[in-house]
């Protein structure tokens, strides 16, 4: 399958090839800063991979050398001119953070150069994030004179925990690749020309497991960071059809005929 949502030259494509999905965001030029038509296209693109019952995880990564500048300022004078533009931006936003947050599938983002504001927000919407050796993570907003949405922060801490947060967005100030994994930020830093392939392999050990687990997986884990009882039920709901399902007596059959399992998601 290979899909895609374009606003105009400035593009947010979705391929799906072997049950990973790839959505690439595409203005490199600007550093692929995000338009507000980009931030819907970015929707529609992750709900297409929700109604892809084939993918088993997505990567979300940038085209050029810049994983994204965020949201993209020229338009502010427009969309974001005064507290009621401002409010219907920021859902926009949190729309897509949401959508990333809550697909069914794993997600990871790979990131290089330049994540900042909106775009470091999007990586932190990923579960798995690895960067190059030359990313640099920051969240200007004090330097722009708004505030970051109050949502968006609670994303950040959950994800840089609250020294960090406070650090990011009280200061301005860009932090290395190295110093956002010694801040549990990153799962890996890996050298520039190795991150694709590295990105790629583990997307792929990702994807032969079983997709029924991974959802109630994820669904646990953002019950948990959430602390929200109705997800916590849908995470033991989703946990309890794993032992049901196909692919756990699939899973079985293998281990007594020492094999790898072939998982269906049934």
């Known amino acids: 399958m290979d899909d895609q949502a374009e606003v105009g030259t400035r593009a947010v494509s979705l391929s799906v090839v072997n049950g990973v999905a790839t959505i690439i965001i595409d203005r490199p030029a600007k550093k692929n800063a995000l338009t507000a038509a980009m931030w819907a296209a970015l929707i529609d693109a992750v ?55 809550n697909v069914r599938v794993p997600t990871l983002a790979a990131i290089r150069g330049a994540c900042l504001g909106g775009g470091l927000g999007l990586a932190i919407s990923c579960d798995l994030r690895l960067a190059a050796p030359d990313a640099r993570f920051s969240i200007p907003a004090a330097k722009l004179g708004l505030a970051y949405p109050a949502k968006g922060i609670r994303h950040i801490v959950w994800a840089a ?50 997709p029924l687990t991974n ?52």
Do not use: C, H, W
């Open 47 to 101: 709900e297409q991979v929700d109604a892809l019952p084939e993918t088993r995880v997505l990567i979300v990564r940038s085209a050029g050398s810049d994983f994204s500048a965020g949201a993209d300022i020229a338009e502010f004078e427009t969309v974001r001119r005064d507290a009621d533009t401002a409010r219907s931006y920021e859902a926009l936003n949190a729309r897509a953070f949401a959508a990333l947050r």
């Open 215 to 266: 959802r109630a997986t994820k669904q646990a884990i953002n019950a948990i960071l959430s602390d929200d009882p109705f997800m916590m039920r849908e995470a033991e709901r989703l946990g309890d059809m794993t032992f049901i399902s196909e692919d756990y007596a699939e899973g079985r059959r293998a281990f007594r005929e020492k094999r790898k399992p072939i998982f269906t998601g049934r």
């Open 161 to 210: 925990g609250p020294q960090l947060a406070r650090y990011l967005v009280y200061s301005g100030q860009q932090i290395s690749a190295e110093q956002a994994f010694d801040a549990g930020l990153l799962l890996e830093v890996v050298e520039a020309d190795a991150l694709d392939a590295r990105v790629e392999t583990l997307a792929a050990s990702i994807a032969a497991n079983a």
